[in-house]
């Protein structure tokens, strides 16, 4: 039909082309089967990403295209699929996925949507820009225009500002298997770090454990200057995957407006997760123990939105849970190739009451040349090279069989070792400022002096 009203050949024509114009026509489909997970609808054209509205005997319940067949698509819910039956209408929205960002999500607690969760106030679009509607997608700095990662991140836990430093922008991953002590250690960064905002992202969590986490672990100091996303382990696989691009989506909106952003998803393997359950419900074949080649093909879409940009950067911790404490794990594997470091956490530390539990030999950051001095790098390497001379000898000591002066470092790490675990154990409620670390340090290995404070000049 053409565009231009004065060239209908009749004012019928013309009638009917202004009513289409007010009040376009809407398209709908009917749900031809429920399998599963998944919906198929027959009567619709459209595209893998698209938002879809079943009205079902319960009201209307959003969906969105995961999959396309020759019998029609492949959709999945954002809630239940109670009450949804063959024949119900479904209606595309033709909307792109939005949320809502801005400095008045300080603070607050969202969902995997976006939507407030913590009973405030609802999120309104102002012309002041504090608040602003955006949508879900975005992409990785350009790779020659954004600013290196040079300057160091302070997050107040000693083992890491001193032996694994990480730098703004440096996208960093936290490696454990169940109940090591991953969401203290997070929890802990948040309240000790020196970035302006902090995106958190509990995803795939115990329903439990988050108001736990937000009044006690983080508390009203962490989040007065933080964003938090929640979905919970009952939410559907969408929601779940959801969410950690709205986490990643707030954080993109506060470094585009010049800020340092921690941002910290717990976790990725459960993100992961929730991909697998999409793909395989939308006919991906199994892969790598059971993860579709989908998975390894979104992880990298996600973790490159993180980094510096032309202004302001993101900082990205990511914990990965891993199966049965194997660190070969698919997603741990595929996670460590494109992360910029990985901080490991120790089963056998958390039974022996040592917190923070970070196996400091087996962690690296891959910035740390970058954001350290010279003097540093030479404390952190001689503390690492005498650690791993008596991890070498731990048997020979423990037996007895170990003879005084045959190993220089080794002679050194047992006189010093009392020393080095009080530096490497941390209460949850103590944050050491980076300063005040590498100085302890210095003491440690009797570089400096001692000042009047008890604290290390150079």
């Known amino acids: 039909m053409p565009s231009d009203l004065g060239t209908l050949a009749s004012p019928l024509d013309r009638v009917f082309a202004r009513a289409t114009a007010a009040a376009p026509p809407v398209v709908s489909g009917r749900v031809t089967r429920v399998v599963g997970l998944n919906l198929e609808v ?74 407030p969760l913590d009973g405030g106030p609802p999120l309104e679009v102002r012309g002041d820009g504090h608040c602003v509607e955006v949508t879900l997608d975005g992409t990785p700095p350009h790779p020659l225009r954004r600013q290196r990662v040079e300057v160091p991140l302070g997050v107040g836990v000693r083992a890491i500002d001193t032996l694994i430093p990480c730098g703004r922008g440096q996208r960093m991953g936290i490696f454990a298997g169940s109940g090591v002590g991953k969401s203290s250690l997070l929890s802990m960064i948040a309240r000790g770090s020196d970035a302006d905002v902090t995106v958190l992202a509990l995803i795939g969590e115990r329903g439990r454990e988050v108001r736990e986490f937000i009044e006690h672990d983080l508390g009203p100091e962490g989040l007065a200057r933080s964003v938090v996303v929640v979905a919970t382990s009952d939410q559907p696989a969408l929601v779940r995957l959801r969410a950690a691009f709205v986490a990643t989506r707030i954080a993109e909106h506060f470094r585009d407006q010049g800020s340092d952003v921690l941002l910290m998803m717990d976790s990725l393997t459960r993100f992961s997760m929730a991909q697998r359950e999409i793909g395989l419900a939308a006919g991906e074949p199994p892969a790598t123990r059971g993860y579709p080649p989908s998975v390894f093909t979104l992880m990298p879409k996600l973790l490159e939105r993180a980094g510096c940009g032309e202004t302001g950067s993101i900082t990205g911790l990511y914990t990965v849970l891993v199966e049965g404490d194997d660190m070969q794990d698919p997603v741990g594997d595929a996670a460590r190739s494109i992360l910029d470091g990985h901080i490991v956490l120790s089963r056998r530390l958390a039974t022996a009451g040592h917190f923070p539990t970070i196996d400091v030999l087996e962690s690296a950051s891959r910035v740390a040349n970058r954001v350290t001095d010279a003097d540093q790098r030479d404390a952190a390497t001689e503390l690492r090279r005498m650690m791993a001379a008596l991890r070498d000898a731990r048997d020979l000591v423990d037996i007895g069989a170990y003879v005084p002066g045959s190993n220089a470092d080794v002679d050194r790490a047992l006189a010093l070792d009392p020393a080095i675990t009080r530096f490497l154990q941390q209460p949850m409620d103590e944050l050491t400022h980076p300063e005040l670390s590498w100085r302890t340090l210095r003491q440690i290995l009797g570089h400096g002096r001692a000042d009047t404070n008890g604290a290390v000049a150079r």
């Open 42 to 115: 027959d009567g619709l054209r459209a595209a893998i990403g698209d938002e879809m509205v079943v009205h079902t005997g319960n009201g209307f319940l959003p969906a969105e295209v995961v999959g396309l067949s020759d019998h029609g698509l492949i959709c999945m819910a954002y809630g239940d699929l109670m009450g949804v039956g063959i024949g119900d209408r479904v209606v595309a929205t033709g909307n792109a996925q939005t949320i809502r960002v801005g400095a008045e999500l300080l603070g607050r607690v969202v969902d995997g949507l976006g939507q």
